[in-house]
């Protein structure tokens, strides 16, 4: 059995501010041991569960964040952003996934850190007309591949969230919000025990969980922070504008829009501001 884990960060148990998510702080580097830390935590619970391989995905900002000499040498890592599955990168590969340290979507009340892609660019994401989550996003990719999607974990908004649009997934609260910059954290113990406690569980009910299908053609809808980023997205012939601020790509299937999505963003940060 092959598992993929994917790891954000600012919804590690703790994280509740920039600079601790942000390279050339003090901050960050404790908080990246942090994150490795939770990573190891995911990691003895697939094993424990009788996995026989554990791949890495590193998905947070340049996704060089997990401290790779700390991390359990029993797992591989994908480090390095330049992926086409982003966040679920070695996803064609695995036969179940789990995602570690996410966070909820923009706009979601008492979210920490809440964002979808980009918290510099992006308002709102769609599919299909849905608002939809990172996690959301990553396990209708999980899908295309035939992939269950058997652990979330991060912040309570985004368990409050998933709880709706994936029922099957195990899920795990390790921080309560306040606002979106604070929050109540569990305890470290108690954090990485419960992390490796319901990873095994749910990696062992693994087959109880269906992958998620999105039936083609598949739209995305991107409702930028500001019209500039919009304008620049349109330089892509296939991007079309909705309105000042939003743009839709359409693709055969989720893997299609995925891609034409993401590169319509990529082009849109290079916008000059």
């Known amino acids: 059995m092959r598992v993929l884990i994917s790891v954000d960060m600012e919804g590690i148990a703790g994280v509740t501010g920039r600079s601790e998510v942000s390279r050339g702080t003090d901050e960050y580097q404790r908080f990246r041991k942090l994150m490795t830390e939770e990573t190891n935590a995911a990691i ?17 900002g340049s996704m060089r964040n997990i401290l790779y000499d700390l991390l359990d040498d029993r797992a591989e890592l994908i480090s390095g952003a330049n992926k086409p599955l982003c966040m679920v ?18 706009g979601s009340f008492h979210g920490v850190m809440d964002h979808t892609i980009s918290s510099a660019s992006i308002y709102h994401w769609k599919i299909n007309g849905n608002r939809v989550a990172e996690a959301d996003i990553n396990a209708a990719l999980c899908g295309f591949y035939q992939v269950p999607v058997a652990l979330v974990a991060g912040d309570d908004a985004l368990m409050q969230h998933l709880a709706k649009t994936l029922p099957e997934t195990r899920l795990l609260s390790v921080k309560f919000g306040i606002d979106q910059y604070s929050a109540r954290s569990l305890s470290r113990s108690t954090v990485l025990t419960s992390l490796e406690k319901e990873m095994r569980l749910a990696i062992e009910n693994r087959h109880m969980i269906a992958p998620v299908h999105i039936e083609g053609p598949v739209t995305c809808q991107i409702d930028f922070s500001h019209s500039t980023f919009a304008e620049t997205a349109c330089l892509l012939p296939l991007v079309r504008r909705v309105d000042a601020r939003t743009v839709e790509v359409a693709g055969k299937d989720i893997i299609e829009a995925w891609r034409l999505a993401y590169a319509t963003v990529r082009l849109a940060s290079t916008t000059d501001m």
């Open 44 to 60: 003895r619970g697939a094993f424990n569960a009788g996995a026989d391989s554990v791949v890495v995905n590193d998905s947070h």
């Open 89 to 106: 990168q070695g996803v064609e590969d695995a036969d179940v996934a789990a995602f570690i340290g996410y966070h909820a979507m923009a």
